[in-house]
């Protein structure tokens, strides 16, 4: 059963960091892609960064490119965010995800509020 669990968020004030983290469980972790999304309130999910499953390859939007920096640890099944110099507009909440097989897998969503 693939699981992606996010955990890392909560309430930071402008200019700060958090590192997020999503654990995976269920697949061979070192062949996917994961991915980091967000969705704000009132607003569709998003793409934020990719990691290729060997780490050498990243991806990441234009909005975060130089602040986000996304990583992974094959050995223990997770990836990271690190989110530095943060803004009020990254205000959302986060979500894995991995496509395996066939099918798409979404993690449950950390919560990042950006506020002072």
């Known amino acids: 059963q693939v699981q992606l669990v996010e955990s890392g968020g909560g309430l930071v004030q402008p200019g700060g960091s958090l590192r997020l983290s999503c654990a995976a469980s269920g697949f061979t972790f070192g062949s996917n892609f994961i991915s980091w999304y967000c969705q704000a309130p009132g607003k569709e999910r998003e793409f934020v960064a990719r990691?290729?499953?060997?780490?050498?390859?990243?991806y990441y939007a234009d909005s975060v490119q130089g602040r986000f920096s996304i990583s992974r640890d094959n050995g223990k099944n997770t990836v990271y965010l690190q989110m530095n110099s943060l803004k009020p507009e990254d205000t959302a909440v986060y979500y894995c995800?991995?496509?395996?097989?066939?099918?798409?897998?979404w993690g449950q969503g950390t919560q990042v509020t950006v506020s002072s």
């Open positions: 990691i290729s499953g060997a780490g050498g390859s990243t």
């Open positions: 995800y991995s496509r395996v097989g066939a099918r798409n897998y």
